[in-house]
């Protein structure tokens, strides 16, 4: 079970007194009282049932992401939940602890964090009121005043919480790749879960005239690519266990060796595969390469067509990418790829098997993370898919930040900087050893 946290008291129940419901006079008393309260995110139904009613909830907010991140940090998430006086979730907000280091780099202190969440790109508030946000905002203060040389960090896409609570400092972040992803003519599909989601009988996707990518120029450029990997013997299907998990873990592995990026721990994927996978909400796909396949020259094949292929002790696997989905969102979440097999354009590929796929189901997003500003190529792959960038912020309590903070100064920008000299000289299982150290203090 995952630790306590020791010297941060949890506020059982606090009564919403910050914003008046509409027609009331500030100072009055609520005709309906709000309280927030720490819920069982694994147990409590109203959870997820809330998460499903949600337009804005994303995977970040569900109770699989939520175990993951405990099972990698080894501590317990904070789970606050902002209740009506008929018991009914109106607001939803995970933090969880993070350990922070005992010093100083630059001007920033890497101290302790509760954060909502860490190592996750967004997981802010869900309320479904004006008032239950405000509650919440204020019962995650309270968890952090008093408490020495503890932060408040929350990230999210929603501008203002600053005016809502004005103790909260807000930082301008990166932006974020999202793709809007067409509708059709099939009815509304239920966004709870993908259990419930019906593939759409349109065109097939070789021939889509509506999910297209920029001008004619750029969406020939985007098919040429993806065609360009098929003709090269580069086939795609999901990941089928565990045993592929690993495979690709690898491949992930060297690929963050040779970013000097810390990777994340394989116990960390393997409890997403192990919540997520059963439910639908977790995708891997692997790029695998066949020289000898007979179909090579085929062209882009329909994105439904990754199930029906089979294993072969021919197929390497030359890349491979985890896509979370849930409500209206699907994320690019991780990707790793073989640098020897770059010009086959398998990432191409996938993406463009993926965005398919998602708009065949439903969805109507499709994020493909934020970029770092030390990787210009990889804005400019995630640019061409027809992507608007989504402003990102971070808001802070105490205020430790005299301007806004960037990739240059940022507590995990200092600390993987005075890594790389080391990792990159490191072996693979040295890799994962040093990236599951810095993971559980920042």
């Not at 049932?49 to 569900?62: E, T």
């Not at 065109?203 to 120029?217: A, M, N, P, Q, Y």
């Not at 393997?270 to 179909?295: C, F, M, T, V």
Request: aromatic share 10%; with cysteine; proline share 7%.
């Amino acid at each position: 079970m995952p630790e306590p946290i020791p010297g941060v008291k949890i506020v059982s129940a606090i009564r919403s007194t910050l914003l008046p419901v509409d027609g009331e006079k500030p100072g009055e008393p609520q005709s309906s009282p709000l309280r927030v309260v720490e819920a069982d995110f694994r147990e409590d139904p109203r959870w997820l049932d809330f998460l499903s009613s949600h337009r804005d909830a994303l995977i970040y907010h569900h109770p699989g992401w939520l175990a993951a991140l405990e099972n990698e940090y080894g501590r317990r998430c904070i789970a606050l939940a902002c209740e009506g006086s008929d018991g009914v979730f109106q607001g939803v907000l995970p933090l969880l602890l993070t350990r922070g280091l005992p010093l100083r780099l630059s001007r920033h202190q890497v101290g302790r964090r509760l954060s909502s969440l860490p190592r996750t790109p967004l997981a802010g508030p869900l309320a479904s009121n004006s008032q239950a946000l405000a509650a919440l905002l204020r019962a995650a203060l309270q968890l952090v005043q008093g408490e020495p040389n503890l932060q408040l960090e929350l990230k999210t896409t929603t501008p203002d919480l600053d005016k809502i609570v004005p103790e909260l400092q807000c930082v301008r972040w990166r932006d974020t790749y999202v793709r809007g992803l067409p509708t059709n003519e099939n009815p509304a599909i239920d966004v709870a879960g993908h259990e419930s989601r019906i593939v759409k009988s349109c065109e097939s996707c070789d021939t889509c005239r509506v999910l297209r990518f920029g001008s004619s120029r750029e969406n020939h450029q985007v098919r040429w690519a993806a065609n360009k990997a098929t003709r090269q013997g580069i086939s795609l299907r999901p990941a089928r266990d565990e045993d592929d998990l690993r495979t690709w873990y690898q491949i992930y592995l060297r690929t963050m060796r040779r970013n000097a990026v810390p990777p994340r721990p394989f116990r960390f994927f393997q409890q997403l595969w192990k919540e997520l996978q059963p439910l639908g909400h977790i995708e891997l796909l692997l790029a695998e390469r066949d020289e000898n396949r007979p179909d090579a020259s085929s062209g882009i094949a329909d994105s439904e067509s990754w199930t029906m292929n089979r294993c072969s002790d021919h197929l390497e696997t030359v890349s491979g990418s985890i896509f979370l989905q849930f409500g209206q969102t699907v994320f690019w979440a991780f990707s790793g790829s073989d640098e020897r097999n770059s010009n086959l354009h398998a990432n191409d590929l996938t993406v463009w098997r993926y965005l398919h796929y998602s708009c065949k189901l439903g969805y109507k997003w499709c994020d493909l993370g934020e970029v770092a500003e030390s990787h210009p190529e990889l804005a400019q792959f995630k640019a061409k898919w027809g992507t608007f960038l989504q402003p990102m912020y971070r808001y802070y309590y105490p205020a430790w930040f005299r301007s806004a903070e960037t990739e240059a100064d940022s507590a995990f920008g200092l600390v993987t900087r005075a890594a790389k000299p080391v990792l990159r000289q490191l072996p693979l299982r040295a890799v994962a050893a040093l990236g599951d150290c810095i993971f559980r203090y920042l």
